[in-house]
């Protein structure tokens, strides 16, 4: 559906699943999303993949606990998107990991001044997206 702009209707007549079934399954899947992405820029995809990485990360440090399995997985899959989309957007992932690092060792040293990066870190990558983004 998402690859190839078909409509749920179009595959069901080539596949089993009917087309309910098939719309159930881009709606938990989030796959509007994945269309509007793919129609994205490089950059635009980027930026929301920073985007999707800060807020599994801030979520996580809000409920003051290390991120879940699933929660890394994304992360992982996100990052591999990224070095994927282009070598320009190779340092973005790799510069994520490194202010990761020094995020966690801000952390230990002071956590009201992690809290106070966080949030600016948050408010600068979305605005950020918002200006470059076309967001």
Not at 4 to 31: C, H, Q, V, Y
Not at 44 to 73: P, Y
Not at 120 to 132: G, I, P, V
């Amino acid at each position: 559906m998402v690859m190839m702009n078909m409509r749920s209707e179009e595959i069901s007549a080539i596949l089993k699943p009917s087309a309910t079934t098939i719309d159930r399954w881009a709606e938990e899947g989030d796959w509007g999303r994945l269309q509007e992405l793919r129609n994205g820029s490089t950059l635009k995809l980027g930026l929301e993949a920073i985007n999707q990485i800060n807020m599994i990360m801030m979520q996580a440090r809000e409920e003051d606990r290390t991120m879940s399995a699933k929660e890394v997985d994304q992360c992982a899959k996100l990052r591999k998107l990224m070095e994927g989309l282009n070598r320009e957007l190779g340092y973005v992932s790799n510069a994520i990991e490194v202010m990761g690092k020094f995020m966690e060792y801000v952390r230990d040293k002071d956590e009201d001044l992690f809290k106070a990066l966080t949030e600016y870190s948050m408010d600068f990558t979305s605005n950020l997206y918002k200006e470059l983004g076309d967001g």
